[in-house]
């Protein structure tokens, strides 16, 4: 809703931290990762070192399940030779098929992340569902270079104030 009535930003991304159980491999562990939307990497103007990033049809609710891993998660799964476009590691206890490798020099420390992730995944939210889905869903914008941040806050509030009235119950 936010990126259809915003006036204020050329674009909005949405992201939710996760932590995903790695299964499959000779010690199981936790990587840290963020749900995203599939305009995040292209917000943010990064490129993947390798394959894709997550495209629109990935965040559609029941699309098969893909990742972006972090170059040092790549590596230490795979070893520094291997591009692991095409593999699938095991996610909490679902298959996900890697379809890129996002490089060192990629700073996103996504939301109350104390380390950088190292798997980025689609968020898939259901349209009318997204805050009982998510409560825990953040956005972030950028500001098109024709607003001021005062009147970014304005174009919020009356965003805030009409998703209130449509959604009264969220």
Known sequence: DIREQNRAFVDVIGFAPEDFSLTGVAVPEVLQGELVTANTFSLLGVAPLYGR?????DGVPGAAPICVLSESASISLFGKQVHPIGKTVQLNGSAYQIV??????FGWQG???WQRPEVWVPLQLER???TEQRPDLFSMGLLRPDFSVAQANTDLQRMVSQLAAIH???
């Open 53 to 57: 990033t997550i495209d629109p049809q």
């Open 100 to 105: 890129g490798v996002m490089p060192r020099s």
């Open 111 to 113: 939301w109350f992340n």
């Open 128 to 130: 009318s569902l997204r």
């Open 168 to 170: 009264p119950r969220e």
